[in-house]
């Protein structure tokens, strides 16, 4: 029996224009499954900013079934997260300038077709972006998440950005039925607040962005095509050296 395969492809947005137009595409009909019609990161604003990186997951029957996004922070314009509680917590821009001299983006715009559920993309496309996010320069992320969805950033290293709102909290954001819960990862690099198991994933994928892997984020076995690796980047000898030492130390 063949197993089930997606590939996940990362790329910076103007790269592909046309995967840019079916991601805003897929992406809107999903937040109209869950009858939600105003999002700030559901614009297409983004599709021309060669500082954001989107990821994909494609499949080879059923097409693009799955994508996020890494939006980079820039002095003057306001990340996707920023606008929307600008007016609960304005406090939320002088949190984000802060980070901004590391490099920090959000992790934002994630989404899975219904008609490819319960396979754990969500979890996979977390992986992916985090793996991604310090070849992009950004050695902070920031997300704001959907109580329900607050497990897949947590094992990646992410915690509650605890200085806006109630403890990181927005209920009844933005439906009433739903919590929106700002966070925060404050170490891209080696990852300190992830789970070990993770870590050791990301670590494999920021060393090799480019490999096959069989996954099973919600039990069902998943055959996934890796293809990471970005245009236009550099890190330095020195970071990949701290990475594999302390992969090889959570590994011993």
């Known amino acids: 029996m063949t197993m089930t395969s997606i590939e996940l492809h990362a790329f910076r947005a103007p790269e592909r224009p046309d995967l840019c137009g079916e991601f805003l ?11 939600i019609s105003k999002v700030s990161s559901n614009t297409n604003e983004w599709t021309t900013d060669p500082d954001c990186i989107v990821i994909v997951a494609l499949h080879n029957e059923l097409g693009m079934v799955g994508g996020i996004r890494l939006q980079r922070s820039r002095e003057g314009q306001l990340l996707p997260m920023e606008r929307s509680l600008l007016e609960k917590a304005p406090a939320i821009t002088g949190e984000i300038a802060a980070l901004r001299p590391y490099g920090v983006g959000e ?13 754990g993309v969500p979890v996979l496309l977390s992986h992916a972006v985090t793996a991604v996010s310090l070849p992009a320069g950004m050695k902070r992320m920031v997300c704001l998440v959907a109580h329900y969805t607050e497990r897949h950033p947590r094992t990646n290293g992410f915690i509650r950005l605890a200085s806006v709102g109630e403890g990181g909290c927005f209920p009844h954001y933005p439906i009433d039925s739903h919590t929106a819960i700002a966070m925060v990862n404050p170490d891209t690099t080696l990852l300190p607040n992830a789970n070990a198991m993770h870590r050791q994933v990301l670590f494999s994928l920021r060393l090799r962005p480019t490999q096959v892997r069989q996954e099973a984020p919600a039990g069902k076995p998943l055959e996934v095509h890796y293809n990471l690796c970005l245009s236009n980047t550099h890190v330095s000898m020195e970071t990949y050296s701290a990475i594999q030492t302390e992969r090889l130390r959570y590994s011993a």
């Open 25 to 35: 595409h897929e992406h809107r009909q999903v937040l109209a499954d869950y009858g």
């Open 107 to 119: 992790v934002c715009g994630l989404w899975n077709a219904n008609r490819f559920g319960g396979y």
